[in-house]
């Protein structure tokens, strides 16, 4: 499986993104897919993640609230609508899949079997 995300950019405090992550490949046997965010000196952090059949959602409480985690399985293609953006949601956005219906610590990067490039979304004060 390969992943592309996309949609990052340079916004100010307050405003809205929405990224984007399309898989290609053997994505006939994606169970869930998630996003995680990196900022400099960080660890990569959970964000939000989405199971493939059925759309059963869970969300950082960082973010609760103000990001939508969503897919389109014909498209076979993840989002994520950020709103409300701070300046501490500054970082390098990943997504993410896994292919195994075992495993339950999706919170944790060592679940996932695939990982995008990483877009990066800069929020200014």
């Known amino acids: 499986v390969q992943l592309q995300a996309s949609g990052g950019g340079l916004v100010q405090t307050g405003d809205s993104l929405r990224l984007s992550c399309e898989a290609s490949g053997r994505t006939f046997n994606i169970f869930r897919m998630g996003w995680f965010r990196q900022a400099p000196g960080k660890e990569r952090e959970f964000i939000s993640a989405?199971?493939?059949?059925?759309?059963?959602?869970d969300y950082a409480d960082s973010v609760k609230g103000r990001f939508t985690i969503s897919r389109d399985t014909a498209k076979n293609s993840m989002y994520l609508q950020m709103n409300s953006l701070k300046p501490e949601d500054t970082a390098a956005y990943y997504c993410a899949a896994n292919q195994s219906p075992y495993r339950s610590t999706w919170r944790q990067t060592a679940y996932y079997d695939y990982w995008g490039q990483g877009t990066q979304v800069t929020v200014s004060s």
């Open positions: 989405i199971r493939w059949s059925g759309g059963a959602t």
